[in-house]
């Protein structure tokens, strides 16, 4: 699916977003982290081999909530849910979360550390976008 133009500048405003990824049982595991439009994919970086990175090797269906600032034209405030399927590559951890830190923490952030691990990158191909917003295909 094409991302929206209106979706793109979201993220770029440093949004709170929320991962949705199934644990073994079925059960919703929640965390929240930093991601980026990167073409048409949303994509975050991670050091470590977190639940959520197995959870998604597992099962690659995932949601992603992100809250706007923004409001709508009757008060409500606007929100993305994206819907899609993510997949897990080894490396380039470094290059996204350093991006994303110059974006969340300010420009003159030294995070990550240049002695990061390689850790791992994740792509999200989206299937379908909801919510409150000019970006929303449907309402959920």
Known sequence: MKLPQS????????????????????????TVNWYEADGDE????????????????RNPRVALSIAATTKNAIGLQEYAVIYGEA????GGAFEVVRRLADL?????????????PSG?????????????????????
Request: glycine content about 6%; some cysteine; hydrophobic content about 35%.
């Open 42 to 57: 949303i994509v975050s970086g991670h050091f470590r081999d977190h639940v959520k990175l197995k959870n998604v090797r």
């Open 104 to 116: 969340y923490l300010g420009p003159d952030s030294a995070f990550p550390s240049p002695s990061s």
């Open 87 to 90: 997949k897990v590559y080894e």
């Open 120 to 140: 791992y990158t994740m792509r999200i191909s989206v299937h379908r976008i909801a919510g409150i917003g000019p970006w929303a295909t449907e309402s959920d």
């Open 7 to 30: 979706l793109r500048d979201l993220l770029a405003s440093a949004p709170a977003c929320h991962l949705t990824t199934l644990n073994r049982d079925g059960s919703p595991q929640v």
